[in-house]
Nanobody
Framework: QVQLVESGGGLVQPGGSLTLSCAAS????????MAWFRQAPGKEREFVAG?????YYADSAKGRFTISRDNAKNTVYLQMNNLKPEDTAVYYC????????????????WGQGTQVTVSS
């Protein structure tokens, strides 16, 4: 049974930075696609970034967010810079076998989410 646990969310001012972490347990996910999604109130869950051998980003994240992984720690990170109020959402870590996908339905494993609020 794979478990994903996110951490690092919080309240940050516009223009600030946060780093989210997702620790995996239950199996080694070194060859799995790891991804970050987010869901704002009243909106559908959306792809933010994904990484297997190379990284993919949603247009909203390009140039501001960086996804990375530490296979030795079975952990994936999302470094978020220049945060904007529209980045406010619950951020979810997800994992799947195979290539990166933007489709929520293709991910087999999900964390419980961590809240990110960007506000002055």
């Amino acid at each position: 049974q794979v478990q994903l646990v996110e951490s690092g969310g919080g309240l940050v001012q516009p223009g600030g930075s946060l780093t989210l972490s997702c620790a995996a347990s239950g199996r080694t996910l070194n060859t799995y696609t790891m991804a970050w999604f987010r869901q704002a109130p009243g909106k559908e869950r959306e792809f933010v970034a994904g990484l297997v051998w190379i990284a993919y980003y949603a247009d909203s994240a390009k140039g501001r967010f960086t996804i990375s992984r530490d296979n030795a720690k079975n952990t994936v990170y999302l470094q978020m810079n220049n945060l904007k109020p529209e980045d406010t959402a619950v951020y979810y870590c997800a994992a799947k076998s195979g290539n990166v996908s933007w489709r929520v339905s293709e991910y087999a494993y999900w964390g419980q989410g961590t809240q990110v609020t960007v506000s002055s």
